[in-house]
């Protein structure tokens, strides 16, 4: 005979049951995930993927079209012949793609889609958001020769889309390449020529100026010359006006005596 203990637990364990399976039933409902149906993306990284996580947003050209499903070492999803190269230091990032530009497509018209977009340069860069430091990913289209496609080996399992650089790992970058080449300038060499040119050029200047004094005063005395030769001129044409003989003979000539005529 069944006690009642027995009795008990079986409607204990009815009633639990079945309120498991209605909470998992409105979750699964209320979130439509048990139709919703989904692609899977893949892309590798040769820079740090600090701040992304599983499950951060996957955005194109600013909307949300699904999320980070796996983070992880490409070595762990391929085998990579070429182990000594920067293969096996890409990050695998795998994301889950929910909307309609890649579900509505079929196979291949995806990949037709896909390897239109990524000839035109759609590639999926790593972005901040906001000063939290956690990071998105943005799949939008950069210049296709400055983005190439990372170097790989193998297959890929899934859609395959290339990564771009983050602005900020070029920004650093170019710190980075900009400090080096200021540590190849000889800046003491550089500072010891530049002392030197000062000099140059001050002693040029008072150079200049003992120079162009000199020729001051040299016009200063011409001028003085014409001045004084303009004032000759004009005494001489005074007295030839008023004595021509005098600056034919020096002087006005004799007397005439009439008793020597």
């Known amino acids: 005979m069944e006690t009642q203990e027995s009795r008990y637990f079986r409607i204990g364990s009815f009633v639990i049951i079945g309120l498991v399976l209605l909470v998992t039933g409105i979750l699964i409902l209320g ?9 899977y993306i893949e892309t590798y990284f ?27 070492f490409v070595n762990e999803i391929y085998e990579t012949k070429h182990f000594d190269k920067a293969y096996s230091r890409y990050i695998y990032v795998g994301m889950e793609i929910t909307s309609s530009f890649l579900i509505k497509s079929t196979e291949e018209g995806k990949n037709q889609l896909l390897n239109k977009y990524i000839k035109d340069g759609l590639r999926i860069k790593l972005a901040q958001q906001g000063l939290t430091g956690n990071a998105y990913l943005e799949l939008n289209f950069e210049n296709p020769k400055k983005s ?15 990564s771009a650089t983050s602005t900020l790992t070029r920004f650093s970058d170019n710190v980075q390449y900009i400090l080096d080449e200021l540590k190849q300038v000889p800046f003491k ?15 040029a200047v008072r150079k200049s100026n003992l120079l162009l004094n000199r020729l001051s005063q040299q016009l200063a005395d011409t001028v003085n010359n014409l001045n004084n030769m ?4 004009r005494e001489l044409s005074e007295q030839a006006k008023h004595f021509p003989s005098q600056i034919l003979f020096g002087a006005p000539p004799p007397k005439l005596d009439p008793n020597t005529l």
């Open 189 to 203: 060499k550089l500072f010891s020529s530049v002392d030197k040119l000062t000099q140059s050029s001050r002693q």
């Open 31 to 39: 979130s439509g995930k048990l139709f919703q149906k989904t692609a």
């Open 148 to 162: 190439p496609p990372l170097p790989i080996d193998w297959a890929p399992e899934h859609f395959y889309i290339p």
């Open 230 to 233: 303009s004032g000759n001129l």
């Open 46 to 72: 040769n820079e740090s993927v600090q701040g992304l996580s599983l499950g951060s947003p996957v955005k194109y050209r600013g909307l949300d079209i699904g999320h980070v499903k796996d983070i992880t």
